[in-house]
Structure formats: C-alpha cells, structure tokens
C-alpha cells in the first residue's frame, strides 16, 4: 500500500480532472450561486467536495474498512444530493437529512464499537458522530475553514493509513478553497470530512474525554451558534451569520484571515489539551 502521503497528489490530480469534466465535458458538479445574506461570493461557484472521497477511498479498500467506507459514502451521497438540489432552489430538507446522517452516524458508531457487545458506548459514538458532522458542516461557511480544520484534526488524531490520507485529501483541497476560492466542498465535501473526523476522534475518547480537543473549534462554534438560535427562538438547522467565523469578521478580522487564524487555534487546542 502507498504512504497516505501520496493522498496530496491523487486529490490533486482528480479535483482537477473533475473540474476539467464539470467545465468542458458534462456539467455534473452542482453550482452554488451568490445570493444576498450568506452567500457572498460575486459568481457561482462548483461544489466539489463529493470529489474527496474517491482520492482516499484506495487506503479504505486496501485495509477492507467496509463500515468506515459506508459511512462515508452515504454521507457524501446525503450531501450531494442536497448539493445539487439547492442549486435548483430545493434541498432536500432537514428531515430527510437528519435521517440519512443519522444512518451515516450509525455506520460509523459500528466502525468504532460492536453495538451488540456495547450497546451504551455505541449510542455514545452514534452521538457524537451525527453532531460532529453537523459541526463540521456548519463550519463550511468561510473560505478555507472547514477543510483546514478537518486537516489538522485528521493529521493530528492518528490512526490508520487511510485516516491520514484523508487528512492529506483535504489539505490538497485547500488550495482550491483559500484564499481565492475557486471551489467549494459542499455539503458533500462538508458532511464526509465530518464523518471522517468523527472515526478519527472515536477511539480516542473512548479513552479519554481531553480528545474532544482534536475538534474544540467545531463543538465550540457548534454549541454557541445553537445555544444563539435556540435562545432567539430560531430553528437551529436554519444558517444565520451569528458563527465564530462571523463574529471574528465582524470584529475586525479581514477574511482571508479567517482561516489560518482559526487553524492556528485548532493546533494550539491540540497541542495543549490533548495528550
């Protein structure tokens, strides 16, 4: 099997022929438009996140990581399909959603834990894992963000081969991302980071709760925002601006910043809290 190293290249390599496909072939890859509100971006740009998969998926067939490569897809599957649907103006709507990750998040938690021989740690991962996703997803807002956030907790976790070449697949995103975006990952892209995150961070806190570390920017940010919509009689799955990335761009903090600043507290959390 190649090092997980090689991930870097092969992400590259078919991001780029997917963006070559999308332009001059076959329109396949769903568009997000600009829009007023959220979507500040001056023109629609493709959502290539269902692309990630396939550049790490080799590392999960060589170690025959079945569930973990089922979770995955049907992540991926749940976010494309939103995806392409709210490039017509109709997403899937939450609920589908939340049933379909709710599926993804059981895969995982089975990854992780027989439910039959541990039933009450297997709910725990199933939890963890369906709010992970959510977390990562709704850190999908900013350029450069959700990729590079998801990179160092994949790279700093540890773990199997495929583990780390998925922490590689989505650093090579980046560039495509931050800090002139010409891509962005979607809820495709979004929605199987998370998972992944969630199989990386499992095992550790299974052993010890300072774990949560490796994703202290995303349950933070994810806690405050619900906390915010909750508390201002919002449904908590409608996007707003009130997120950490916000709030830091609202206090000054130019954009294209954004991103290192919050990778930069990522590692620190890492390097601090985790041990």
């Known amino acids: 099997m190649i090092a997980p190293e090689w991930a870097l290249a092969i992400t590259t390599a078919i991001v780029a022929l997917g963006v070559v496909c999308n332009r001059h072939v076959l329109g396949w890859l769903p568009d997000d438009p600009p829009r007023p509100g959220r979507k500040l971006h001056a023109r629609p740009l493709p959502l290539a996140g269902v692309l990630l998969l396939p550049a790490f998926a080799p590392w999960l067939v060589a170690t025959a990581s079945w569930w ?3 979770a995955l897809g049907i992540a991926g599957v749940t976010g494309f399909l939103d995806d392409r649907g709210k ?71 540890g773990g199997p081969p495929w583990l780390i070449a998925a922490g590689y697949t989505a650093l090579a995103f980046l560039p495509w991302n931050w800090p002139h975006p010409r891509l962005f990952l979607g809820d495709a892209g979004a929605y199987t980071l998370g998972i992944a ?79």
């Open 197 to 275: 995150s969630a199989l990386a961070v499992g095992p550790h806190l299974r052993i010890e709760y300072t774990a949560l570390s490796l994703v202290a920017v995303q349950c933070v940010d994810f806690v405050q925002v619900i906390a915010a919509r909750l508390w201002l009689g919002l449904p908590p799955w409608v996007g707003d601006r009130r997120h950490l990335t916000h709030i830091a761009q609202n206090l000054g903090l130019p954009r294209v910043l954004v991103a290192p600043v919050f990778a930069a507290l990522a590692l620190v959390a890492v390097l601090v809290l985790f041990h």
């Open 68 to 70: 973990q490569l089922g």
């Open 87 to 157: 490039e017509h103006g109709k997403d899937l709507g939450w609920r589908p959603k939340a049933v379909l990750l709710a599926l993804a998040a059981a895969v995982a938690a089975q990854a992780l834990v027989d439910a039959r021989q541990e039933p009450t740690t297997w709910l725990a991962m199933f939890v963890f894992a369906f709010l992970l996703t959510n977390a990562t997803n709704f850190l999908d807002n900013t350029d450069g963000v959700c990729a590079g956030l998801a990179a160092i907790t994949l790279l700093t976790a």
